[in-house]
Every structure is written in structure tokens, then in C-alpha cells.
């Protein structure tokens, strides 16, 4: 589970056999005060990958700035160059994204929870005529 802001728009390929699959990555901040009283701050880069419906609303809802909670798990891929150099890239594939942002700002359309990857029902939203209701989502 991590929270965190999109550093790029997501990008959204097909498979051979015809399924979505988004990616994009998330910045997550981690800021503390070391033994002199100095803060200090580090940043860590989660490459992100949704598959199916959930790689479709990614791709739809999400964009560069997007603050999102994700869940997922971790998974590592390995491939050789054609240097024949071996290069391995660790993933989060996404099981569960949630939009943070609330309404107006640039991150995002909304704090609504969207579908997860097993197509769970999001919980109903307030009545707000502007906002975009979950029951008025085609997806």
C-alpha cells in the first residue's frame, strides 16, 4: 500500500490478446528530523502496473500531479539486453487505486474510490450535482 503522486500520465498499451495494461509511476515522500534537529527528506519512485478495468479508469481518471493510494503487489521482472547485460525492474501491480485529490484540484476528478481489479463495488458517493456520480460511470 503506498500514497503517493503520479510523476507522468499514466500510458495505457494492449496485449496481443486484446487486454489494457496501464503504467505510470507514483513518488511517495518519507520526511524526518536526524539527531541534529535537521529535517530531512527522501523521495522513492514505485513504477506502477494496472491491468484490465482498473487500467482503463487509470488511464481515463489519472494524470501527471494525481495524488492516489494504491494497492497492490510487488512483482519483478528480468529481461537481457542487447548488450547481453541482465536488467531487472520491480513493479506494483495494482489491485486496488483510490483518488485522493479532492474536487477543483490539478490532480485529479474527485476523492472517489474506483473498481479494483476483481471489479469490487466502490461505496456510493455524496449527492453533489457537479461531481461525477460512481452510478453514472460505464465501467
Keep these: 500500500m503506498i ?4 510523476t507522468r500520465d499514466p500510458e495505457t498499451r494492449s496485449t496481443p490478446s486484446g ?3 496501464t503504467s505510470f509511476s507514483v513518488a511517495t515522500n518519507l520526511i524526518w528530523t536526524d539527531a541534529n534537529g ?3 527528506k527522501k523521495t522513492e519512485f514505485h513504477n506502477i502496473v494496472a491491468w484490465r478495468k482498473l487500467a482503463d479508469i487509470c488511464s481515463q481518471y489519472l494524470k501527471k500531479g494525481s495524488k492516489v ?5 510487488l512483482q519483478t521482472r528480468d529481461w537481457e539486453d542487447q548488450a ?4 531487472y525492474r520491480t513493479e506494483i501491480i495494482a489491485d486496488n487505486m483510490i483518488m485522493l485529490d479532492s474536487k ?3 490532480g485529479g476528478q474527485g476523492s472517489q474510490p474506483s473498481s479494483s481489479q476483481e471489479y469490487a463495488q466502490p461505496e456510493p458517493q455524496k449527492n453533489q450535482d457537479d461531481e461525477i456520480q460512481v ?3 460505464p465501467f
Design 19 to 21: 487486454q489494457n495494461v
Design 84 to 87: 547481453g547485460a541482465k536488467h
Design 104 to 106: 477543483g484540484s490539478s
Design 3 to 6: 500514497i503517493g503522486n503520479l
Design 69 to 73: 493510494y494504491i494497492e497492490g503487489r
Design 38 to 40: 535537521e529535517k530531512q
Design 135 to 137: 452510478e453514472n460511470i
